[in-house]
Structure formats: structure tokens, C-alpha cells
């Protein structure tokens, strides 16, 4: 295994990319702040962008470690009723859903979809993300790309950073011939380090 510290490895020693979705590929603050900030303005809601941001990230993992088999639009729509008493206001379950599906109005980051297509020319894409596969797919619709593989949440039954989309990239990886050492992940920096091949950091968030 190799650890990358930084932005110095050979692209040309992989054959395979991993990619976090969203706060690497799909603009989620902007997403979320699309969403949260009309019901904060209905509501008198006075919290700023960052505060609202800084609210659900801290809703957001404690959801997902407490119940890691929920879809993500169940988990969006828990955050939002954790999030809303904090400013006083009683969460409302139409509001709640509809934040929980408001995933496929996140937009993708501009330069997304172009340089997606230009990686695809040299390498195996690979998403794995921290949504269900539905939400997933409207998100990939923004991107313009088909994947030659996807893990989601849905499909391992937890969420980052619990190990189980690598675990599962890799098996699947391994089933197309597709060694560990030809695996480049591009991800958050976290104190983890790489379980296969080598990490790229990025500012990614999901």
C-alpha cells in the first residue's frame, strides 16, 4: 500500500479512479443552502450560510451512525427535524420530506462533467458515495458520465467512513481483473489511510 501525501503521484501507475460524489463532484452546500435557506427565511430563521452549513454537518454523521441501513432521503429529512429547534421552530414533515428530496436539485460543480469525460479516456471511473442509488442517479444525470461501477450506502449497508464501500469497490474491482495496486482513491484526508492502492486527498465531502 502507498500512502500519497499529495498531489506527486504518476497518474499513468493506475488504471482505475475512485471518487467521492458529492462535495468533490456535486456542489452539495450550495445544494443544501438552496434548500434550507427559503424555509429559514420563511421561518425568521437569522442563522447565516455557514451556520446553517455547520448545523447539518453536525446532524448529519450522528443520523448516519445511528441508523447506517436508512436511505439518504430518510436521513436528510432526520437532520432537518434536528436542525430546525435549534432556531425555534417546530419541524414540519412536509418540509422535512421535501428536503429529503431535494438531492437532485444539488447542482454539480461547473467543471464536473468535462473533466469526468476527459478521465474516462484513460481510466475506470468508480463513485462511492454516501446516498441510495436512486438520489445517486439523479445526481448522475448532472454529470454526463456513465461509471463503470457505483457503490452507494445502499448497497453496503453503512456509511463512510465506515470501511464498507472500499471494502466492496475492491471485491467488485478485484471480480473485473482489476488489481489493488491499479486502484487510486480520491477522497477527503482523514486519519485514515489508504486500504488499497494510494489516496489522492480532495476537498471532497460525500
Excluded at 475512485?18 to 468533490?24: E, I, N
Excluded at 448529519?60 to 436528510?76: F, K, N, S
Excluded at 460543480?109 to 468508480?126: C, I, K, M, T
Excluded at 465506515?162 to 474491482?173: C, D
Amino acid at each position: 500500500m502507498t500512502w500519497v501525501a499529495g498531489l506527486d503521484v504518476r497518474l499513468s501507475d493506475f488504471s482505475t479512479l475512485t471518487l467521492d460524489c458529492y462535495g468533490t463532484l456535486i456542489d452539495w452546500e450550495s445544494g443544501i443552502l438552496a434548500a434550507l435557506r427559503p424555509w429559514a427565511d420563511r421561518n425568521g430563521v437569522s442563522a447565516g450560510d455557514g451556520e446553517l452549513l455547520a448545523a447539518f454537518a453536525g446532524a448529519e454523521p450522528r443520523e448516519q451512525e445511528r441508523d447506517p441501513g436508512a436511505a439518504y432521503p430518510v436521513i436528510l429529512a432526520r437532520v432537518f427535524c434536528d436542525i430546525a429547534p435549534r432556531w425555534g421552530v417546530e419541524p414540519d414533515r412536509g418540509e422535512a420530506e421535501r428536503f429529503g428530496a431535494s438531492i437532485g436539485d444539488w447542482p454539480a460543480f461547473d467543471d464536473s462533467a468535462a473533466a469526468l469525460s476527459e478521465l474516462q479516456n484513460g481510466y475506470r471511473l468508480v463513485v462511492r458515495s454516501n446516498v441510495d442509488r436512486a438520489s445517486f442517479r439523479l445526481s448522475n444525470d448532472r454529470l454526463g458520465v456513465e461509471f463503470d461501477l457505483v457503490v452507494t450506502a445502499q448497497d453496503v449497508g453503512s456509511y463512510k467512513p465506515a470501511p464498507g464501500h472500499f471494502e466492496r469497490a475492491i471485491e467488485l474491482l478485484a471480480e473485473r481483473g482489476v488489481a489493488r495496486s491499479e486502484v487510486l482513491h480520491t477522497a477527503q484526508l482523514t486519519k485514515r489511510r489508504a486500504i488499497t492502492g494510494a489516496y489522492l486527498p480532495t476537498m471532497a465531502a460525500q
